[in-house]
């Protein structure tokens, strides 16, 4: 069954004067109400109304986004100079000696990181960003997967997400074991992939939410009052050549993958003297990758590939002395050499322990190399993929890159 003419010429009559706010009504429709409406569609009257309705919704959306966002991106002092402090102090904790001779040091040492975390987080609970406080949870939920580490050090989480040091346990943390280093305190705040290298990432960023954008190592960054400035571990000698955060680079990538693979295959395989021809042979893989990734990055125009490369430079050379046994050699340029006769003349528990399990050195390296291929592939729209929507860390995230084109 069709509709009316009278139906249909009420049903526009509707539209246009609920629309236009003049007109007949619906008690009084008709045709001449009809026909008038057509002549205003005609002369472009109607158009004309139409564009101006909508230009004035959007004008109220965008005001109203507006505000909620900048309620969400509001600037926040107090956690970007808290957050620029604990930066400085989680990556000085690196150059720090960790030998049992030196325990009282480092006790006071991880005291000032506990002070300046705390600081921290207290100020991000407080803060109106939303993404100061994203990150901040961030944070904390990797300092909970951490907890049974700091527990054999003496450091508790507490309630209100501050952590405590307990001085009596943390100097008699190598008592029982008679060990000449601290391998637990090693692990939470030496080098690269420790728990205090990514604390301070996540520093940097809460820095940057918090404030300008600048980057915490900028030249403008400040916090307490002074001017920061970039560390020389920091700065990249590129004068002869100019780079980009952004530029891919297909040869660090391709040299990246093949290194991953290596890596991959030792950490998977049975490391026993009973095995040592295969091990040697997959060594050799690694040190011939390792090899030519260093020198494809040597010639890189992407500066984020750069200092990931530098950074993996640091990481081999801290195990310097481990490799030495394997006769292995870091050579001056940071490039590996491997003596075949010594290799298959060492105890293969050395090789074991570098590659196998939860926060070795190998699983240490191929973060590293992740990173490198990450930045070659596709520069910084890689940048947040290891971090859900809201900030959180994604554990599962961490080296899928390769792992899914593999």
Known sequence: MGIGVNGLSSGLNDTYSALLGGGAGSGEVGGASL???????????YGKMMKSYYAKVKESEEEEGTSKGSKTKEKDAASASAARKF???ATGM??????????????DKVSAFVKDYNSMMKAASKSSNSEVKAQADALN??????????????ITMN??????????????????????TVPTLT??????????????DRASTIYRKAGEGEDVTSSKAKYAGSTGSISSGDKTDNSDKTTSKTAKDAASAASASALYKSVEKLGAMIISDD???????????????????????????????????????SLISSNKSAFSRLGITVNSDKSLSIDEEKFMEADMS???????????????????????????????????????????YSAAGVGSTLDTVM
Not at 35 to 43: C, E, F, G, M, Q
Not at 141 to 154: E, W
Not at 187 to 200: E, P, Q, R, V, Y
Request: hydrophobic content about 30%; charged content about 25%; glycine content about 6%.
């Open 94 to 107: 690196s150059a720090l000696d960790y030998s049992a001779d030196n325990i009282d040091e480092l006790y």
């Open 350 to 392: 050395t090789a074991k322990s570098l590659f196998s399990g939860a926060y070795s050195f190998g699983e240490k390296m191929t973060d590293r190399i992740n990173q490198i291929y990450r930045y070659a592939t596709q520069g910084d729209s890689l940048n947040g993929q290891t971090y859900t929507s809201r900030g959180s």
């Open 141 to 154: 939920d990797y300092t909970y997967q951490n907890y049974k580490l700091f527990s054999k050090v003496g």
């Open 35 to 45: 026909l008038s409406d057509y002549a205003s569609i005609k002369n472009g009257s």
């Open 87 to 89: 930066y400085e102090t």
């Open 187 to 200: 692990t939470l705040f030496k080098g690269i992939g420790s728990f205090a290298d990514k604390a301070a």
């Open 275 to 313: 095995n040592k021809d295969n091990v040697f042979d997959v060594f050799s893989t690694l040190v011939k990758d390792y090899n030519e990734l260093l020198k494809d990055t040597a010639d890189s125009k992407n500066s984020n590939v750069i200092k990931q490369a530098d950074s993996l430079k």
């Open 159 to 180: 309630a209100d997400r501050t952590l405590s040091i307990d001085e009596d346990t943390f100097k008699k943390v190598n008592e029982k074991t008679g060990a000449t």
